[in-house]
């Protein structure tokens, strides 16, 4: 099946920094990449879609200007947290979408393995 | 509106049946999908139905009946490593998932 790669796996700051998460596919080209974010114990909740060559669209009540997202490529996509703060701290999990199935009309999304942040 | 409803928790025992339903309302249907999440993982894709009917694979199987709006995983004999969260997504006529809260399955010995 599919691969979705993220990088990295974990990661810790300081408060003010700021934190780039890659999300590629591994073995398919992805045009459109979403980005989650997961609290304890709730269910995912989308952050934006990012589709190749052109700017993200943002859930409501998700600051743009604080979670940047660039698409730059089929296969890679990026997330920068901007000026982290602690209740930035969660699970960041990223999808790409394929196409497949026998006559190429599945939607499939496939989900990366997820990066957790913790801002001190 | 959209919604993804699904059973808050279930528990089962090792060896045996359990079945998760979950109902749904979306904008346009563009299929059902299950995913297996363990707990401090991302999700990990099981099953996706866009016709009626039952989707064997393996111990795992996902059943859809559009007109009324009804999924179900059934899992067959049970194992501990099965115990995780279950999340169901509807796809809308936008491709985009609307996500379930998840049902706990605990499994006992």
């Known amino acids: 099946g599919a691969v979705v790669s993220q990088h990295p796996s974990r990661v810790i700051c300081k408060s003010g920094t700021s934190v780039k998460i890659e999300c590629r596919s591994l073995?398919?080209?992805?045009?459109?990449m979403f980005w989650y974010r997961q609290f304890p114990k709730k269910s995912l909740m989308l952050m934006a879609t990012?589709?190749?060559?052109?700017?993200?669209?943002?859930e409501q009540g998700v600051e743009k200007d604080k979670f940047l997202i660039n698409h730059a490529s089929l296969t890679l996509s990026t997330l920068t947290v901007t000026s982290a703060h602690p209740e930035d701290s969660s699970f960041y999990i990223c999808?790409?979408?394929?196409?497949?199935?026998?006559?190429?009309?599945?939607?499939?999304?496939?989900f990366g393995p997820g990066t957790r942040l913790l801002v001190l | 509106g959209q919604n993804i409803d699904q059973p808050t928790e279930m528990t089962a025992t090792e060896g045996a049946i359990v079945q998760i339903n979950c109902t749904y309302q979306?904008?346009?249907?563009?299929?059902l999908f299950w995913y297996q999440q363990h707990a401090g993982e991302a999700p990990t894709f099981l099953s996706y139905?866009?016709l009626d009917g039952l989707e064997e694979k393996g111990r795992f199987s996902s059943f859809l009946s559009r007109s009324k709006g009804y999924s179900y995983l059934l899992l067959k004999e049970l194992q501990m490593k099965d115990s995780a969260s279950y999340l169901c997504a509807g796809m809308d006529s936008n491709y985009q998932l609307i996500w379930g809260a998840g049902t706990k399955l605990i499994i006992k010995p």
């Open positions: 139905n866009v």
């Open positions: 979306t904008s346009g249907f563009n299929g």
């Open positions: 073995d398919f080209q992805a045009t459109t």
């Open positions: 999808s790409a979408s394929a196409t497949s199935g026998p006559i190429g009309g599945q939607e499939t999304q496939y």
């Open positions: 990012s589709n190749e060559g052109s700017k993200a669209t943002y």
